[in-house]
C-alpha cells in the first residue's frame, strides 16, 4: 500500500484538478491494456485498442511502462496537465540525469532493451522516438475516448469539488477509493 504523509501547508495547496493530464492517461492506459485490472468495465476497451496499438507501444512504451509498478517517470513531466503537446516537449527535453536516475530504477526490476543505452545517453533520436511512441498510443487509446472520460471526469470533479467546499482536503482525501 502506498501511504503519502501530508504537512499542513501540503494540505493547503490541495485543489482538484481543472483537467486530466494527457500523459498520465496514456502511461497508465497501456499499463491497464496489459495488467487485465478492471476486467469487466475495461475489457471491451481493451478489445477495440489491442489490435490498433502501435507497434511503437509495445517496443519502446512497454519496457519504461510495465503493466505493474513503476514506471520511468520521464513519461509523465508535470507539464502534461497543459496538454499532449507540452508534455511530449517536456519528454524531449528530459536532462540526462533523470533519464539515468529512471532507467537505473527500471533495470534493478526489468530487463531493458539494448536501445535503451542511447536514451540513458540523452540521445535526441531516441527521446524523440519515446515522444512519438507516446503521441502513437495516446491517439488509439485515449483520444478516441476523450468525451467518455471527460464526462466520467466532470461528474468526479464535482463530487470532489463539493466535498472540498464542505470539508476541505481532509474531506477530499477521505473521498477517494483505497485499494
Do not use: C, K
Request: charged share 25%; glycine share 6%; aromatic share 6%.
Amino acid at each position: 500500500m502506498l501511504r503519502i504523509h501530508f504537512l499542513p501547508e501540503d494540505l493547503s495547496r490541495t485543489h482538484v484538478a481543472a483537467n486530466p493530464d494527457a500523459l498520465w492517461e496514456t502511461v497508465l492506459s497501456l499499463q491497464l491494456l496489459h495488467n487485465g485490472d478492471g476486467r469487466l468495465v475495461f475489457d471491451p476497451w481493451r478489445r477495440e485498442v489491442r489490435d490498433r496499438a502501435p507497434r511503437s507501444a509495445r517496443e519502446i512504451l512497454l519496457p519504461l511502462s510495465p503493466p505493474r509498478g513503476d514506471f520511468a517517470d520521464l513519461l509523465t513531466p508535470t507539464t502534461g496537465t497543459l496538454g499532449l503537446e507540452a508534455g511530449l516537449e517536456a519528454v524531449r527535453a528530459t536532462p540526462r540525469r533523470l533519464i539515468r536516475r529512471d532507467l537505473t530504477h527500471l533495470a534493478a526490476r526489468h530487463r531493458l532493451p539494448s536501445w535503451s543505452g542511447r536514451l540513458a545517453d540523452g540521445e535526441a533520436l531516441a527521446l524523440g522516438h519515446v515522444a512519438a511512441a507516446l503521441r502513437d498510443w495516446h491517439e488509439v487509446a485515449v483520444r478516441p475516448y476523450q468525451d467518455q472520460m471527460n464526462a466520467y471526469l466532470d461528474a468526479d470533479r464535482a463530487v470532489r469539488t463539493r466535498d472540498a467546499r464542505l470539508g476541505g482536503p481532509e474531506r477530499i482525501l477521505a473521498g477517494l477509493p483505497s485499494r
